[in-house]
DNA sequence: TTGAAAGCGCTAACAT
DNA sequence: ATGTTAGCGCTTTCAA
């Protein structure tokens, strides 16, 4: 190992580096560490430890070094830090589809994804969190087999330290391969299938519960609802919140249609609705999305909202305020979950490093709870970070 | 300098890192090139070359690293390759905003941003070139000063190779900060004020002439426009082409009210011009959500569409088809521009050494031409790749 | 408290 | 055609 000659040969090493690089005039790429510390005059060793705030540093050394790292312009080498700490100190968001579809072309996927005002509020509520902490998210689409694939060996290969992950459709694989793995990531919903993955989530129920107490209370009598897709927790949990609430009020019997949280499968919805229960006069949609699409739907039946019929939808998404009329919903506090996710994230990837006073960032009675299901034994970590609802009035109930 | 003693301590080493490593049962974290040429009985050299498709290497020899690659399941450090080719392998995707505007919440912008479907498709586009070659982008937002110089600086300190920059509104001082930092970059539309970068357009102009073209075809004689900011040149541009459109026809005269892309905007716009002029035939919006927007208002006036009055939009994006009735518009092949702006940067960040044959990604009739404007003496590098837009018939018009 | 030195895993001369 | 070797810029024992 190339060991001796060291004292020796150090001024030198130095010295002709400095002579290559700054007085020879070859153009010396960004400053590094070793010109900090030649500029500082101490060692490399002790500009490290200023820059990465380690105690144990004169005072006066470290007005000097801030003063040379200032002077020179100098930024951490983040390859170089990787590559000893091994922390890449990036972090992956991962839009992701289920199944293996294959054929399916991915631009298609990005637009369709994007099209949903949910993502951009997602993606805005991580990137608030993790800016300030000067990271950014790297984005990757996982639609096909091929892409998860990618994804986890994106992760595995340490180009990033963990992922968010936010599924489209319910049976997701990935969170399962990343489980398996043991990479650390944080899913936006509980997954279908218990996944020992930590997750931030609503309190679906609730939101539910606060969208039919308010139309029973503005007088509705005749109600039904236009679910989401019963596959996925958030479907299920809308409606049974929903119709438990109803029951509790001695509604026995509500009329349902399951949509698919898209803007056609709420028109459809509402159609078939109307066809068999023409007498309704308050509808609930699983989400602002489908709200919209069964107004209009409504609207051309000739119903007058709320007069004749009050419609009442779920996240209030940007789609809620430009509806016609304004829809009233429950609102999900998307930046807040999304923000949380990151933080859940952040100290996964520490081990329990974590600011743990950073929790319930703006969300309104925002619960932190232990995952209590079945294990697979290093469930330590696991955690749910459950979110409340709140109702939002507008003009549509 | 440390060269001595070198043919001697070379064994040792390796033999002690083996044994610390493998034979004493540490866990031995991702497999390294070393292991990889352990196993194939080479050098670490001779599998880096295999590894990076480098020639001159024994068919025989080849096959067997490539065999050891796959027992081991080795991937290669991209930390510890960066550090040595300063290449990050990471390309930033900027969505920019303008002015200093500091007190804007970024979650705010986020949603405003991803509200519309353009930046949907736009990462789409850059997303399906960048991932068949395994690289996928940072996603960063500059809508305040701040954020602006952390781009910069992340580009800077070579966290990224390079960036595609987005930008919402003129007057954006990115590109230029960008360019005067000599940083890869390319935008997505020409900047307002010249900036020696290189980009990605459409031809407006000829968009437009496309729709005036239609609607004058249908028989439309009363016609007026809602024009896109006129700040911008795709604003301005969308504008004069419609108005000289019209003039080779021999109509002198176009009333014009300006929107700023929005949907409300574009509801504005129609409002004032139904008012001043209550008998045109016939509405050109410089874009679909404005073309939405006017829509509405005309169907609120009780104007059928496209009888009474035939609407053309600009752009083809999702809001399009939803559009009650739906939008005939001009196509723009935004995922094509989008990937051609990667594959820009690639060829940039490379030195010219991209790929030329992948031009033209399916843009129809795009051109590839060097910006003969103004220069700063290194423009040799700007390029300017013009995509032609393609006229969508649908029900509006 | 500070410095010297050993690498992190990789690529790229430079020798064979 | 293959191997040897010198770092890339940084953190981190280990000495002093």
Chains 1, 2 share one sequence.
């Not at 993502?119 to 969190?129: A, C, E, P, S």
């Not at 930590?198 to 039904?224: K, Q």
């Amino acid at each position: 190992m190339p060991a001796e000659g060291a004292s020796e040969s150090a001024l030198p090493l130095v010295y002709s580096a400095f002579m290559s690089r700054k007085a020879q005039g070859v153009a010396a790429g960004p400053p590094t560490l070793e010109d900090v510390a030649r500029v500082a005059g101490v060692s490399r060793a002790t500009v490290s430890r200023v820059v990465n705030g380690i105690r144990n540093v004169d005072p006066a050394i470290q007005e000097a070094v801030r003063a040379a790292v200032a002077q020179t312009g100098y930024t951490p080498n983040r390859a170089a830090r990787s590559l000893v700490t091994r922390r890449a100190e990036t972090i992956a968001l991962v839009v992701s589809g289920a199944g293996d579809d294959s054929v399916e072309e991915q631009a298609a996927f990005a637009s369709r994804v994007f099209s949903d005002p949910f993502f951009g509020r997602v993606t805005g509520g991580v990137i608030g969190y993790l800016r300030p902490r000067s990271m950014h998210p790297v984005l990757m689409f996982a639609e096909t087999a091929e892409a998860r694939d990618q994804v986890v060996a994106y992760l595995r290969q340490g180009s990033a330290d963990g992922a968010l992950v936010v599924s489209t459709h319910a049976g997701d694989p990935l969170p399962g391969m990343l489980a398996a793995a043991a990479l650390p990531a944080v899913l936006f919903a509980r997954p279908v299938d218990q996944v020992p993955i930590s997750y931030v989530d609503l309190a679906h129920r609730d939101g539910a519960r606060l969208a039919a107490e308010h139309l029973l209370a503005r007088g509705c009598r005749r109600l039904a609802t236009i679910s989401g897709p019963l596959d996925v927790p958030a479907g299920q949990d809308r409606l049974t919140g929903f119709r438990d609430a109803l029951a509790r009020h001695g509604h026995g019997y509500v009329p349902v249609a399951e949509g698919g949280f898209t803007r056609d499968s709420g028109e459809e919805a509402m159609t078939r609705l109307l066809a068999e229960h023409p007498g309704l006069d308050g509808v609930f949609a699983a989400n602002d999305l489908m709200a919209q699409g069964a107004c209009r739907v409504l609207r051309a039946h000739g119903r007058r909202i709320p007069e004749d019929v009050a419609v009442v939808g779920f996240d209030d998404s940007s789609v809620a305020a430009v509806c016609d009329p304004p829809l009233t919903t429950v609102r999900q506090p998307v930046e807040d979950m999304a923000a949380e996710m990151a933080r859940l994230l952040q100290e996964r990837i520490e081990g329990r490093g974590g600011d743990t006073t950073g929790g319930d960032t703006g969300g309104i009675g925002s619960a932190d709870q232990t995952d209590g299901t079945a294990g697979t034994g290093d469930d330590a970590e696991i955690r749910a970070v459950i979110f409340e609802p709140e109702l939002v009035v507008r003009a549509s109930a």
